[in-house]
């Protein structure tokens, strides 16, 4: 039982580059969302998923696209990366549960570090 | 936003000491919940504190919730220098619950 593995690890990109990072879970869980952290800012939610097929904006989702083709994976994906998204990038997921009663914790990837030059 | 806000940034203390680290936040809210981050690392989930509830604990941990404030603390009792990290809430939103916003968090050194 894995958890939540993210790939890569760690990425340098020049400006105007694309990549996508990748986020994989092995519990089922149908949440999952991206983060991003930077100094002194914690986590903001850039865009999450509550199920195979569906995505959502989270605070700051300009830039970055994802998509849930699969319930284990969630794929976060720069266009034409810029230096302004430099940043670790973390993924999380949770269990299921309809209603604001049912709420569980999160499980977090280790981290994608990735700078834009 | 109602992202919640951490105070202090930043707090060393001595081991065997208290340390109480405070969030605010700004609308009315489902689940509160606190997570550390040691260096480098991942969150790890450390306790889950619902609307309805006042208090809970967790081992060295106690959180309380004061809904009417908007306001939560988290305490760690006796404190060990294993514990240095940083802190943060999270919370959903009474009409967003799928969403958790984080804070900036509390870094916390505890010294041998």
């Known amino acids: 039982n894995a958890g939540v593995t993210q790939t890569p690890k760690f990425r340098v990109l020049k400006t105007g580059q694309s990549m996508t990072l990748l986020c994989a879970q092995d519990?089922?869980?149908?949440?999952m969302y991206w983060y991003r952290q930077d100094p002194g800012m914690g986590l903001r939610l850039i865009h999450y998923?509550?199920?195979?097929?569906?995505?959502a904006k989270g605070e700051v989702p300009d830039g970055y696209n994802v998509s849930r083709l699969k319930k284990q994976n969630f794929l976060l994906g720069l266009e034409s990366a810029a230096p302004s998204q430099t940043s670790v990038y973390f993924c999380a997921s949770r269990a299921t549960g309809s209603g604001p009663s049912s709420y569980n914790e999160q499980f977090f990837g280790p981290g994608t570090r990735l700078t834009v030059l | 936003s109602q992202q919640g806000e951490e105070d202090p940034q930043a707090l060393s203390i001595q081991e065997g000491e208290n340390a109480t680290m405070n969030c605010s936040y700004k609308t009315s809210i489902n689940n509160l919940q606190w997570y550390r981050q040691n260096s480098g690392r991942g969150l790890v989930h450390l306790i889950l504190?619902?609307?309805?509830?006042r208090e809970k604990h967790s081992g060295r941990l106690r959180v309380t919730l004061d809904t009417s404030k908007k306001s939560s603390s988290l305490l760690i009792t006796a404190s060990r220098a294993a514990d240095t990290a940083s802190y943060f809430c999270a919370t959903d939103s009474k009409t967003s619950y799928d969403k958790v916003i984080f804070g900036p968090g509390t870094s916390l050194s505890v010294i041998p």
């Open positions: 519990m089922n869980h149908e949440y």
């Open positions: 504190i619902r609307s309805n509830e």
């Open positions: 998923s509550v199920g195979e097929g569906t995505t």
